[in-house]
């Protein structure tokens, strides 16, 4: 299948800061990526849809200005967190729909991210 | 996109099958079932999708009734390393159409 990657897998970043997290379509142009946060032993909840050279979709709950999305190209979509509180210590999880594939808009996970604000 | 219902558990021993069950009675007719699997603390991985006709491919089959209503994942010969979160979405292919996950079925594989 095809392959997403993320970057970092794990960070600690201090209450306050900011910490961006990258997401990346290896093998195929991904005009729509999503981003997705993960409590522990809970599902997967879906946080905003990132479309390429616009603005991203948010789901309701999720705050626009706290999330920040940038999906700048076509292979790249990045989430940054700001002002990380503790309660935002969570596995973020992105994906990326391949429009063509042998699977046609399938869409494909990254490993996901840990984040631990302190 | 429909809802689906799935056992929240189930135990498989090692090469034996492992059939997940799946009810999507609401599924509508350009809703495509997809199954994805989380191994702990790992992203999702994509295991296989159809629309209406029995799929078939390296790693499980994908079993969908006539009426749609329900399907069957199967694990031909199921390992240790197949333990995982198993998820089945009903999603129509389009460009903005998302995946919204449940809470799957846990699949314990033992010795």
């Known amino acids: 299948g095809a392959v997403v990657s993320q970057h970092p897998s794990w960070v600690i970043c201090k209450s306050g800061t900011s910490v961006k997290i990258e997401c990346r379509s290896l093998?195929?142009?991904?005009?729509?990526m999503f981003w997705y946060r993960q409590f522990p032993k809970q599902s997967l909840m879906l946080m905003a849809t990132s479309n390429e050279g616009s603005k991203a979709t948010y789901e309701q709950g999720v705050e626009k200005d706290k999330f920040l999305i940038n999906h700048a190209s076509l292979t790249l979509s990045t989430l940054t967190v700001t002002s990380a509180h503790p309660e935002d210590s969570s596995f973020y999880i992105c994906?990326?729909?391949?429009?063509?594939?042998?699977?046609?808009?399938?869409?494909?996970f990254g490993e996901g991210s840990w984040l631990t604000v302190v | 996109d429909a809802k689906t219902t799935q056992p929240t558990s189930m135990d498989c021993a090692e090469g034996r099958a492992a059939n997940l069950p799946c009810n999507h009675s609401t599924i509508s007719g350009n809703e495509y079932v997809y199954w994805y699997r989380q191994i702990h603390s790992q992203g999702p991985q994509y295991i296989i999708h159809g629309l209406k006709n029995n799929e078939t491919n390296e790693m499980a089959s994908l079993i969908i009734t006539e009426d749609r209503k329900s399907s069957t994942l199967i694990l031909p010969h199921a390992t240790l390393r197949d333990t995982a979160v198993y998820y089945c979405i009903v999603r129509v292919t389009g460009t903005a159409s998302k995946l919204t996950f449940g809470t799957g079925t846990r699949l314990q594989v033992t010795l």
């Open positions: 093998d195929f142009q991904a005009t729509t």
């Open positions: 994906s990326a729909r391949d429009p063509i594939g042998h699977s046609g808009n399938t869409i494909y």
